[in-house]
Each structure stands twice: as C-alpha cells, then as structure tokens.
C-alpha cells in the first residue's frame, strides 16, 4: 500500500506557533493535575488519602506503600543507566518493540521545520488513529557549539553531530505520559522536565521513546536530514548571534519526496557492535593523528580541535581524548 504524501506546507506550515501554543496549553494542564505522583510521595511523602491508583501489577488499584518503594528502586536504576545524553542508535536500542514496529508502519515523514542554535524542530505525520495530522519533536545536538568551533568542513561535522549525543522532545500524549518522565531522570530531555512518575501508564520505566522520536533517531541516518545540520553549522559560523531559521517549504519538499521513496530501517545495533561504543568515530580521531606521524603546528592544532569535539559530543571519554593528545605532542 503506498503512504500518501503530505504537503509540505502540512507538515512545517506555521511549526513555531504551533509547537509553542502546544507547549503552554501542557504546561497549564500539568500545573493543575491534582494526580501527578511527585518525587516527595515516591520517597516516603505520600498521603494515601489521595487513592491514587497504578496498574504495577497489570491491573489498576491503589498504590500501596510496598509499590512506592519499586518506584523508587525503578527510577534509582533508571538514573545509573542514563548518564546525560542518548545517541540516535541508543534511542532505538532501547525502544520498546510495539513502538519500533509502529514507527516503521506508521510515522512515514520527520522533515526539519526550523532550527536554532543547536535546536532543530522536526514535524511528523501523526498515526492513523491521531485527532492531529502532525506532531513536532525537538531534538537539540549535543557538542554543537564544539563543531562549530571545530575547523573540520561543516558536512564532517554533521555527520559527528548525528551519530553523537542528542536530547529529545516530542508533542504526543505518549510522549508526555510514558516516557517525558524516563528522559528527564536519564537527562536527555530537549524542553520540559517531567517529574511525576508515570504510575499507571508506564510504572516499570521501559522502553525510552515514542514512534515519532524513533522516526526521527532513523532521520539523522538520511543524507537529507545531515545536509541541513551542515548548514546549521555554517550559518552559526557566520553569525555571533543565533538567529531561528524557519525551513522552506522546497527545501522541506526535498525531505518529503527522499523519504517517500525510500524506506529507512529502525534497526537494533548488533550485540557485538554495542560494547565498542562509537568505535567508527575513535577511529576517525586515529586516523586524523596516526595518519600524519610528522605534522605541523597546523595540522596539530586541526587534530587537537577533532579530538576536542569527538569529546564533546560524547564520542569519546576524557580518557580517551588525553590518550590521543598525548599521541600529538610525542
């Protein structure tokens, strides 16, 4: 069955006010909740006259002080497992099945509507179920300020960018009740922290994203998608003051007609390719220094500011990082 393809103007027409109306209209509704679970009641603080409910358990009933101690212990684990950050394959790493498999049915188009600084927002279709024909996800590129800084060309450092570290933020209900939560205690929330605990949708903390946000982990894979971070890098290079940039419907057009014909895999990374990290972007650094053992105080300098950058977008540890230096200076 062919997917129908939006019009641009559909997807990115009037994203800013949209995403921001969007925005308020949550934060005044999670301000009056009288049901959010905060992380005072989860550590001891709740009163039980509340009868909040959860469904630990599979089914929903009062929570009880034994379900307060799991939340805790939950969201303890939850903490030591993220540590700042998630990189574009980490997002699908840990997605949850159904919504990788919803994704890949569903959500069709991730197209960049408009950017700032380090900030992209992306518009997606919605699913077939949805009140809404769009959704937009924030996604903000960790180390952008070190790429563009870095000497390397702009199409270099996109591609760094988007295998690097990434905060994430989507408009979705699914988003917001299941997994908002889960991104703020693993610090890669884009916009709004979330601190009530997600006691009925999602008590157990799994999974990490919703299919609009795995759509768009899968875009930063699409050439398309890398050329417009590569003028994000020039346009910040050329300007003290970053301006917000609203994408062109062409250009937003050249995103919709690539990816209607193409059909990019939400794929899990290998189990034996996991435990290297990003070894593609160490060697990248190895080969900048290994392949030149005389260089010059110019080409030092170029090799000094790649390692400072594959460090700041989380590509390499500080260990790492000195290693390599060290390598320079001999």
Avoid at 247 to 266: D, F, M, N, T, Y
């Amino acid at each position: 069955m062919t997917t129908p393809r939006p019009n641009a103007t559909s997807l990115i027409g009037g994203a800013f006010s949209a995403n921001r109306r969007q925005t308020r209209d949550y934060e005044s509704q999670h301000a009056a909740s009288p049901i959010l679970l905060s992380p005072g009641d989860v550590s001891g603080g709740y009163d039980a006259s509340r009868l909040l409910l959860t469904t630990l358990g599979g089914k929903p009933r009062l929570i009880t002080e034994k379900d307060l101690k799991a939340f805790q212990r939950n969201a303890t684990a939850l903490g030591k497992h993220f540590k700042g950050g998630i990189t574009a394959q980490g997002i699908v790493d840990h997605s949850l099945p159904a919504d990788r498999q919803r994704a890949r049915r569903e959500i069709h188009f991730a197209v960049p509507a408009r950017d700032k600084g380090d900030e992209i927002i992306f518009a997606t279709n919605a699913g077939p179920d949805s009140e809404v024909s769009r959704h937009f996800v924030t996604l903000k590129l960790e180390g952008f300020g070190a790429a563009v800084a870095s000497p390397i060309l702009p199409g270099k450092a996109a591609d760094l960018l988007a295998r690097g570290k990434v905060r994430i933020d989507c408009d979705c209900p699914h988003w917001r009740f299941v997994y908002r939560y889960i991104a703020t205690v693993g610090r890669y929330n884009a916009t709004i922290a979330e601190w009530g605990f997600p006691k009925i949708t999602n008590p157990r903390l799994k999974g990490c994203a919703c299919k609009h946000v795995l759509r768009v982990a899968v875009a930063l894979n699409e050439g398309q998608v890398r050329s417009y971070i590569a003028k994000m890098v020039e346009r910040s290079r050329q300007t003290v003051r970053r301006q917000a940039h609203v994408a062109s419907e062409a250009s937003a057009l050249g995103v919709v007609e690539a990816q209607s014909h193409r059909k990019s895999p939400i794929s899990l990374t290998p189990a034996r390719s996991r435990t290297s990290g990003e070894s593609r972007l160490r060697a990248l650094a190895r080969q900048v220094i290994e392949g030149n053992p005389s260089l010059s105080k110019a080409s030092t300098a170029k090799a000094q500011a790649s390692i400072g950058m594959l460090l700041g977008i989380g590509a390499i540890s500080k260990k790492q990082a000195n290693l390599l230096l060290q390598k320079i200076q001999k």
